[in-house]
Structures are given as C-alpha cells and as structure tokens.
C-alpha cells in the first residue's frame, strides 16, 4: 500500500504526431502543477518540440521529466531526423515511421515497468499500454484528443449504419439516436467506417481497450458540448473527463508561457495591430495538409478578391529553392498585397494562439481539425470550415449544425491522407464564403455572437470551481486514492 504523503507518479504517452504531443504535453504539465510526478516519454527530437517548456516547469520546482528513446530509424529505412507525422510527406514515409513507433514498445515497456508508476495515461494509439497496465495492476487512462460529439456520432454510425441505407455517396442521411439531428453524407466518412480494413482493425482495437481502461480524457470542455457528453456518458463510457481548453489552463497556470523578455514580436502581429478591430480573416490548415499548386492558387485569387484583410499560413514541402517555391502564387501577388496593406503571407510557424486572439482578427478559414478549432472556440471566433480528413468532417458538424458558429464549404469529399486529392474548391466558391462570414450580414453576426458566449463559457471552464477544472481535481484526486488502496 502506498503511504499517504507519497507523491502520486504517472507517466504520459503521446503519440508521435504535434496534435497528439500536444495536448498530451499540455495534461503532463497541468499534473505537475497540481503535486503529481509526471515523466513524458517520447523520442529525442519530439522532446525538442516541448523541452524549453518542461524545463521552465521543472526549474520552477515541479516534479517533470522527459524520458526520451532513440527511434529505430535505420531499421526501417527512415531518414533521420523524421519523428512525427508532421514531417512526412508521403504515404510511403508514414507507413516507415508506424513500423519504427511499433519497435519502440518493448524499451517503453521496459522503462515503464523499471519505473512502476501509478498510473500510465496513454495516447489512444497504443492500445497495448492496457494490458502492460493490467500486468502492474495501474490504472490505465486512455486519450482521445477529441470531443464527445466525434465518439457519440461514430457509435451511431456503428450500431444503425445510416450509410448503408443510401443510394448514393453524395447522398444526405440522418444519423439516428443522437441529442440532435445531424447530416452527414457517406463519401464524407473515413474509409474504415465504410469497409473492413487494417486500420478499421487498429480503430477496433481502440475500442476494446475503452471498456478495459480506467477511464478517457477528451481536450473539450463540458459546456461546450453538455448533451454530447451526458449521452457518451450515458451510451459508451460511463467514466470520462473532459480537461480543456488545454490553451486556456495552460495560460492560467502561467505554463506555457514563453519568456518574451528578450523574444521579438512576430511581424504578422505588428501588422495586425495597424487593423481595424474583427476585420482580418486568419487562415491556416494546421501542419500536415498538403494542397495542390493549384489549390493554393484559388486560396489566393479568393483572398485578393473578398477585398478583407487577411493572415495566410502555407507550408509547402518538396520544393527545391528560389522562386519555383511561389509558382502557385500569380505574378506579382505579394508585392499587392503588401503595397495596399491588404495581407501578410506567413510561409512556415506562426503564433496562432497570439493570431487568433488579436482583436483584429474577425474569423478563421480551417480545416476542422480539433486543437485549431478549440483554440478557435476560445477565442471567440466564427469559422469558415473546410474538412479534409481523420475526423474532421465530425468536428465541422460540431460547429456548423450543433454550435452553429460556421459555415461549411468544400467538396465533401474525405481524403485518406495529408495529400489533397478531393476535387478543386474554386475562386468563387471561397470568395462567397469569406464574403459572408467577414461581410457584416445579420446571419454572420450571430454566429459571431454565438462564437463570443462559447468562448466565455471555455473560460470559465478552467477557472476554480469551473467544469474542467473540477474534472482536473477530481481525476487526479481518485488516482491518489487507488494508489492508496495498492
């Protein structure tokens, strides 16, 4: 049995892709600042992603490690250096670092079990820490780095198959026994949810480990989705605990916080502070979508064309150096945009966070996936969605027919990797949408509204007393008392 001033000890595993580390990172850290020995393990060069932070935490007198293993790069034929999904940019590439993840099991569970924790918080994409906890006899908390709404969808999808019943892909059919009536068309699902398939077997496996688990963290907040999180409650998993907005408790605690004593402000928020209040339109697929040449293109012209200020994050990869990097862009572009103060280009990092929340910037054109959109949602933002793939034609069902804070624009086609290949989303069909959204009409104006009372609502959520916050404690406080009982 463990004594009762013995510090509780846990360890986090994050998979090896930025939306995965981290909010994982983000809960590390929250249980360190609250008297938890936390060790995050991951691979050395993921650890640089977050180290600056840690250290700042453990320099502070937090109990925080980092546990870093080499990845077995050679083994698999990868190039060194490539250590999350972020960086790869090729099918071929991801499939290499899935096989060098799998080899990192055994020295995971070797230093897991040297380590004996009392508790393994483990990312959804490594079912087999479920049976390594079963082994310790450690309770074993899974992640889902989503929301409630995205699980209560696919266990409808599971138990009616609606999908099933239409004629067509481009059909719409309501997907019963939900809080809400949703739409969804079939060519808008993941291809595992419509046929049997290696990874709808990995997803099955998932699942099977949720009623073995001692319970799920989502990074969504309860008031932001209470039906959805009751029904979950209610229908899959009776024990979960909702712990975000991670950005928001992170700035509460003063972690995460870098030390701009020192630091330049980005260019991108100067500019922004010579607009008008709620004009700019923040632009930015998240860090793995690769669009066409000539998607970027039609992004462009659309931009040029509403006449709105505006912030454009692009990252290409594979292009060889000089001026063959900005063939998608037409003649002539930047040097307009920049001569009529019309938008700035970010190629590469940009601080969202501080973007996002700038009193200039009026809405955001993204593709859904859950970290951008809460951290959207938290600032109180409108939203012109585009989903792409993984699960982000669930989040923007979340935001446009629940939340009712957007509007939903692109072929509806899902894609099965970080590679664009859905049919072109045209110049006009764009400057519609951000026209609407940024043009002041009563409909905009209420989704702007909406978007601002969602946004007070996260806030409070980590505030003491709030929802997430009480689900922090709570969560932390039943570990302490298993350990005890050991």
Not at 96 to 102: E, P, Q, S, V
Not at 111 to 130: E, G, K, L, Q, Y
Not at 453 to 477: N, P, Q
Request: proline content about 5%; charged content about 20%; hydrophobic content about 40%.
């Amino acid at each position: 049995m463990a004594k009762k001033d013995q510090k509780l000890s846990v360890v986090f595993l994050p998979y090896l892709a930025p939306s995965h580390i981290i909010p994982m990172v983000d809960i590390a850290r929250l249980f360190a600042g609250r008297g938890v020995a936390a060790t995050i393990i991951t691979t050395t060069n993921n650890a640089l992603l977050f180290r600056d932070s840690v250290n700042h935490d453990a320099a502070s007198g937090l109990n925080i490690s980092v546990h870093t293993l080499k990845l077995p790069s050679a083994q698999v034929d990868l190039p060194e250096g490539i250590e999350n999904f972020g960086q790869c940019t090729s099918p071929q590439l991801m499939a290499k670092l899935g096989y060098a993840i799998a080899l990192l099991q055994n020295p995971i569970e070797e230093f897991i079990r040297d380590n004996r924790p009392d508790c393994i918080v483990s990312d959804m994409f490594f079912p087999w820490t479920v049976d390594l906890a079963d082994e310790l006899q450690v309770p074993r908390i899974m992640l889902y780095p989503t929301n409630s709404f995205f699980h209560c969808v696919s266990h409808s999808l599971r138990l009616y198959a609606p999908h099933e019943k239409v004629q067509s892909d481009s059909e719409d059919f309501l997907i019963p026994g939900l809080p809400d009536e949703i739409h969804m068309a079939r060519s808008e699902l993941q291809d595992h949810v419509k046929a049997k398939s290696r990874y709808g077997d990995l997803i099955n496996s998932i699942r099977e480990t949720e009623g073995r688990s001692y319970g799920i963290i989502f990074t969504s907040f309860y008031d932001l989705e209470p039906a959805y999180s009751d029904h979950f409650k209610k229908v899959v998993a009776s024990k979960c605990w909702n712990l975000g907005p991670l950005s928001l408790f992170a700035n509460r605690d003063n972690v995460g916080q870098k030390n701009n004593s020192g630091e330049e402000k980005h260019s991108c928020l100067s500019w922004l502070d010579t607009q008008k209040p709620n004009s700019v339109l923040y632009v930015c697929f998240g860090s793995m979508v690769q669009f066409s040449d000539a998607q970027l293109t039609q992004i462009g012209l659309a931009l040029e064309a509403s006449g709105h200020p505006f912030v454009w994050v692009v990252r290409k990869e594979g292009k060889s150096e000089g001026k063959q990097e900005e063939s998608w862009l037409t003649e002539g572009y930047e040097e307009r945009m920049g001569r009529d103060n019309m938008g700035v280009i970010i190629k590469g990092w940009a601080p969202q966070l501080e973007i996002l929340d700038h009193q200039a910037v009026g809405g955001f054109l993204n593709h859904c996936g859950w970290n951008s959109l809460l951290e959207s949602l938290t600032a109180g933002l409108p939203l012109i969605s585009w989903p792409l793939f993984a699960e982000h034609f669930y989040n923007s069902k979340l935001s446009t027919q629940v939340l009712k804070i957007g509007v939903e624009i692109g072929p509806r086609v899902w894609n099965s990797g970080f590679e664009i290949n859905s049919p072109l989303v045209g110049m006009n069909e764009l400057t519609k949408a951000i026209t609407f959204l940024m043009g002041g009409s009563p409909e905009a104006v209420e989704m702007r509204q909406r978007a601002e009372e969602i946004s007070i609502k996260a806030k409070r959520a980590v505030e003491e007393g709030g929802r997430s916050y009480c689900d922090l404690k709570a969560l932390i406080e039943e570990l302490k008392a298993y350990a005890l009982q050991k």
